[in-house]
């Protein structure tokens, strides 16, 4: 049997990021790495100590360490969110032509 693949480590059990809180983590949210920018570190947070849902969904700073005295904010400037992906269709083909075949010029 080779183990479920389990990216967050949630099978591992993390614990809130408040030492010494018992209570099952219920929110996640990304911290960048102090270390190598373009690592993200997962936060876990148990209901009483999370984030917003809109806190939550921003990667945050390497150097951010909830304080509890200001949940539900946190201390740091997070990220913004990214642009809001465009669904737009595709570059149209360009047309070809068979050699020796020309395309008429438009007529206007
Ligand atoms: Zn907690
Ligand atoms: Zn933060």
């Known amino acids: 049997m080779t183990p479920t693949p389990d990216p967050l480590g949630l099978a591992a059990g993390p614990g809130c ?7 099952t983590p219920a ?12 690592d993200i570190e997962a936060v876990f947070a148990c209901p009483a100590h999370a984030l917003t849902l809109d806190g939550a969904a ?3 700073q390497p150097q951010c360490t909830v304080d509890p005295t200001r949940l539900p ?3 740091c400037t997070p990220e913004p969110l990214p642009a809001p992906v465009q669904v737009t269709a595709g570059p149209t083909p360009a047309a070809t ?3 020796g075949w020309a395309t008429p010029p438009p007529t206007t």
Do not use: E, N, S
Request: charged residues 15%; hydrophobic residues 40%; positive net charge.
């Open 97 to 99: 032509t068979a050699p």
């Open 27 to 38: 929110v996640q949210w990304r911290r960048r790495h102090a270390i190598g920018a373009d």
């Open 58 to 60: 921003h990667i945050h």
């Open 73 to 75: 904010a946190c201390g």
């Open 17 to 23: 990021w408040l030492t010494g809180c018992a209570t």
